[in-house]
């Protein structure tokens, strides 16, 4: 089945950051300078004398460790990009890694592509516009079992203009002040890639859906993985919802998390993705907030759930 799916491998390498390739598979690594240093994750290094010889270059996209023993092992190779590293580390083929890379695009942020010096930027910048020519009554809308007001809140629609998301449910993302600083864009029609962002939005820095979170003066907050499982959850009954838009927690969303509340309940997608997603965001926010993990079944996803059984899982939590 796989072989059958369509792969951009230099829009991949492109728009994910090697970064989230690293914190998804636990690898530690400090700055020194422009670059990233830590011990070697892949299977081929069997040194124990050379420690901190994985080095990455951000600016690149790219890797090597030049451990002797490790670059034998990879024909004298030492290093490559993202595709490279997801295949040695999962030991698969460059295009089986590649569709990896595709299905946890929605849990990575596209690389952005600026000045060293730019990359620090704590921020988003605001939109100085708003897309017209939304279709709030889209077929696609009901399908996912969204209500008129659900789509009226969050402002959802299928785009019919021009530019990079037409033909895409689009998707208003705001920053915790509630400023409009993104579109994302969901195909309709099975289309790769699924969801796309503007170049240079960083997905890390935002938690989708946290400013109406805070206007409810909630001091817990159910934490999901995707846009339309926060819908869903709100739509339940239970608007103190965000959404990481993906499944790992940067450092920023850890920290906007901790600053607003007092206690997470996490609700991510019943899939190696999410279980994995689960013990990092409980990783990261141990000592800092209570986290509280909620189980979903094998291949279940929380906007695939009735409010009903929405309500079950999460009313023994939020009883007051």
Same mark, same amino acid.
């Given at each position: =089945?796989?072989?059958? =799916? ?16 690293? +914190?998804?598979?636990?690898? !530690? ?7 990233? @240093?830590?011990?070697?994750? *892949? ?7 050379? @420690?901190?010889?994985?080095?990455? &270059? %951000?600016?690149? &996209? ?9 670059? +034998? ?9 993202? *595709? ?8 698969c083929s460059v295009r089986d890694a590649a569709l990896r890379l595709q299905d946890w695009s929605s849990a990575m942020p596209i690389r952005r592509e600026v000045p060293a010096e730019d990359t620090t930027a704590s921020s988003n910048v605001p939109l100085h516009f708003a897309l017209q020519h939304i279709d709030r009554h889209h077929p696609y809308l009901a399908e996912r079992g969204l209500a008129a007001e659900t789509i009226r809140v969050f402002g959802v629609g299928f785009y019919g203009g021009r530019g990079f998301l @037409?033909?895409?449910?689009?998707? %208003? ?24 962002? !503007? ?6 820095? /935002? ?11 909630? @001091? ?14 709100? +739509? ?17 969303? #850890? ?8 206690? /997470?309940?996490? =609700? ?10 689960? #013990?990092? /965001? ?23 759930? !009735? ?14």
């Amino acid at each position: =089945m796989m072989a059958t =799916m369509w792969v951009d491998f230099k829009q991949i390498k492109t728009d994910v950051a090697i970064e989230q390739v690293l +914190q998804r598979y636990g690898v !530690p690594v400090r700055r020194i300078g422009g670059e990233l @240093r830590g011990p070697c994750p *892949l299977p081929t290094h069997t040194s124990r004398r050379s @420690r901190d010889s994985f080095s990455v &270059n %951000p600016a690149r &996209n790219a890797w090597s460790c030049r451990s002797q023993s490790c670059m +034998q092992a990879r024909g004298g190779k030492a290093g490559g990009n993202i *595709l490279d590293l997801v295949a040695l580390i999962e030991g698969c083929s460059v295009r089986d890694a590649a569709l990896r890379l595709q299905d946890w695009s929605s849990a990575m942020p596209i690389r952005r592509e600026v000045p060293a010096e730019d990359t620090t930027a704590s921020s988003n910048v605001p939109l100085h516009f708003a897309l017209q020519h939304i279709d709030r009554h889209h077929p696609y809308l009901a399908e996912r079992g969204l209500a008129a007001e659900t789509i009226r809140v969050f402002g959802v629609g299928f785009y019919g203009g021009r530019g990079f998301l @037409r033909g895409r449910i689009v998707i %208003p993302i705001n920053d915790e002040r509630g400023e409009l600083v993104a579109y994302a864009g969901r195909a309709t029609d099975g289309e790769e890639p699924k969801y796309r962002f !503007p170049r240079g939005f960083r997905k890390s820095l /935002v938690l989708f859906n946290l400013h109406r979170a805070l206007t409810t003066g909630a @001091r817990t907050v159910i934490v999901v993985e995707g846009f339309f499982d926060a819908l869903a959850v709100h +739509q339940a009954g239970y608007p103190a919802v965000v959404a990481l838009m993906g499944s790992t927690l940067s450092r920023s969303q #850890a920290d906007l998390l901790t600053t607003h509340f007092d206690r /997470v309940l996490l =609700m991510l997608d019943g899939d190696d993705a999410g279980r994995h997603g689960a #013990a990092g /965001v409980t990783s990261a926010l141990a000592g800092r907030i209570e986290v509280i993990t909620i189980v979903l079944d094998e291949g279940t996803q929380p906007d695939q759930l !009735p409010a009903l059984a929405v309500r079950r899982l999460l009313g023994a939590y939020l009883r007051e």
